[in-house]
């Protein structure tokens, strides 16, 4: 992770600002004290990137003996040489002890049209899902004649071939390995590729927002087997079901692994759903099947002897001669293999707008400024601040029904206090919850006239981060984009719209 170290000022006013160096930052710049950590500040540093306006995330630390700069990690941007060009510019504000900030290859610096954001990719998709669907139309304005998508593509070896090898199909790549993401875009480069984009959304995301019948295959080589901790695999019963909403009839799977556990495990799935549906779903599985080409991770297994497992799903073992996979899936759809409708990007922005209300961004940032600013206020603030960040609200699938919080303003430490902080919030068993809310920190400075808060929310198994920036000009918003509509996601931002609503009245 890009950082430098630097000594501290001689002069610091550390305890309550939480500043370690009193400086002007560059235009567009802005820099926010942790509420919780006098030590912890927040400072946004801004970037273009693709003709797009952004901002780079980084935590200032103040140590003992020293001062450290680290980008925040759950915010980092891709490619990396945006967050060292950011820290780089800020150094020059520091007498910096040591640093890793050089550029050590030509790929972290790629602005690339290629690589896509959590939304881009998906309304790509859902574009020419959308054209094809009406191919028959003479205002039809498909680029391509199917999709293909592989899942963690890690050195690119393999999606590299698929788009040299299917010019006419749109190859997208799913990776959260953020240097196998700048490798693959120099190849992009390099090769002159225009059917291959990339992105770091969670396939598992991905999948449950993508349209149906979107997809021509998939493919998932190698994963990490997680045998330990099995809830964190990519593949599993559910993400192999919305797969299956997600191919087209005449489609594939292709799940490669070197895992004997890992391949019983998605093996023992693929047939459950292929004993519930034996007309249509075809399961076929190999070992040691040889390929066109050959992966790194695959080529290191056969130099150890390893065998190599090979599972292929087909959500219709027939195929369809006709080209149209909506007529016969229709005909054939099973309620057993397809599961719920899905969410796609089209529908769910128009139901889910990621949005706050004017007036309570103003009252709330004028609020918590005033608090921030007096000795009395600060303390109460920072108070209501630590008790939201121990809390984990969970969500369910029903409505919420959200009581009034405590904010551990007069809570004792006794027997009940558990129990109770848990009625009050509002709390679902965890056992029983799909999704969460968690704030992380919270920031605010009079100087700057923002106040923000790190949050992390959504689906237990892929979560997603951001920060909601609330300005004088009354907007609110989440960065460094809005979360994808999910109805866990929207869920999320409706609690948190209550909680904030909440802190306004205690403040």
């Known amino acids: 992770m890009p950082h430098f170290i630097a000594k501290l000022p001689a002069k610091t006013t550390m305890p309550d600002s939480?500043?370690?160096?009193?400086?002007?930052?560059?235009?567009?710049?802005?820099k926010l004290p942790s509420i919780r950590s006098p030590h912890i500040a927040l400072i946004a540093m801004p970037y273009t990137y693709q003709s797009s306006a952004r901002f780079c995330f980084l935590h200032e630390i103040t140590r003992e003996c020293d001062v450290l700069l680290k980008c925040v990690k759950s915010l980092r941007p891709t490619p990396i040489g945006i967050a060292k060009d950011a820290l780089s510019r800020l150094s020059a504000h520091y007498e910096v002890l040591q640093d890793n900030l050089s550029v050590s290859s030509s790929k972290q610096q790629v602005s690339s049209a290629f690589l896509l954001g959590e939304r881009e990719i998906l309304d790509l998709v859902a574009r020419e899902a959308s054209a094809l669907g009406s191919r028959q139309s003479t205002e039809s304005k498909a680029r391509f004649d199917s999709t293909i998508l592989e899942i963690g593509f890690g050195s690119g070896r393999h999606i590299l071939h698929l788009a040299r090898q299917n010019p006419n199909a749109l190859v997208l790549g799913l990776e959260i390995h953020t240097p196998s993401i700048e490798q693959v875009l120099r190849q992009i480069e390099?090769?002159?590729?225009?059917?291959?984009?990339?992105?770091?959304?969670?396939?598992?995301?991905?999948?449950?927002?993508?349209?149906?019948?979107?997809?021509?295959e998939i493919y998932i080589h190698f994963p990490v087997p997680w045998n330990k901790a099995k809830h964190r695999r990519v593949l599993n019963g559910k993400l192999l079901q919305e797969a299956l909403r997600v191919l087209d009839l005449a489609g594939m799977l292709e799940f490669r692994t070197d895992d004997r556990e890992y391949f019983?495990?998605?093996?023992?799935?693929a047939s459950a759903l292929e004993s519930t549906a034996p007309k249509s779903l075809c399961v076929r599985r190999s070992i040691n099947e040889s390929q066109a080409i050959t992966s790194k991770y695959e080529a290191r297994w056969l130099r150890q002897s390893k065998d190599i497992y090979t599972i292929i799903v087909r959500p219709d073992s027939r195929g369809n001669a006709s080209g149209d996979s909506s007529k016969g899936f229709e005909q054939d759809s099973s309620a057993d293999v397809i599961v719920d409708s899905p969410t796609t990007l089209e529908s769910s922005a128009q139901n889910f707008a990621f949005s706050f209300d004017e007036k309570l961004v103003k009252s709330l940032l004028a609020k918590v400024l005033e608090a921030e600013s007096s000795a009395d206020g600060f303390v109460r603030l920072s108070r209501i601040a630590d008790w939201l960040c121990a809390q984990k609200f969970v969500l369910d699938s029903s409505d919420l029904d959200f009581g009034k919080l405590d904010f551990g303003l007069s809570v004792t430490k006794d027997s009940g206090t558990e129990s109770a902080l848990e009625s009050k919030a509002g709390l679902k068993p965890e056992s029983s919850a799909r999704g969460f809310l968690r704030i992380v920190d919270m920031y605010a400075s009079s100087t700057a006239r923002r106040f923000a808060l790190l949050v992390s929310f959504g689906d237990f198994a892929y979560p997603c981060s951001r920060l909601v920036l609330f300005a004088e000009s009354g907007q609110g918003c989440y960065l460094p984009e809005p979360p994808i509509p999910t109805q866990l996601n929207y869920k999320a931002h409706a609690l948190f719209v209550r909680i904030l609503t909440q802190v306004l009245e205690r403040l």
């Not at 590729?193 to 959304?201: F, K, Q, V």
């Open 18 to 30: 939480g500043f370690a160096l009193d400086f002007k930052l560059e235009s567009g710049a802005f």
């Open 190 to 216: 390099i090769l002159r590729l225009e059917n291959l984009y990339l992105s770091c959304l969670d396939a598992r995301v991905f999948l449950s927002c993508a349209p149906n019948h979107s997809l021509r």
């Open 264 to 269: 019983n495990d998605v093996l023992e799935e």
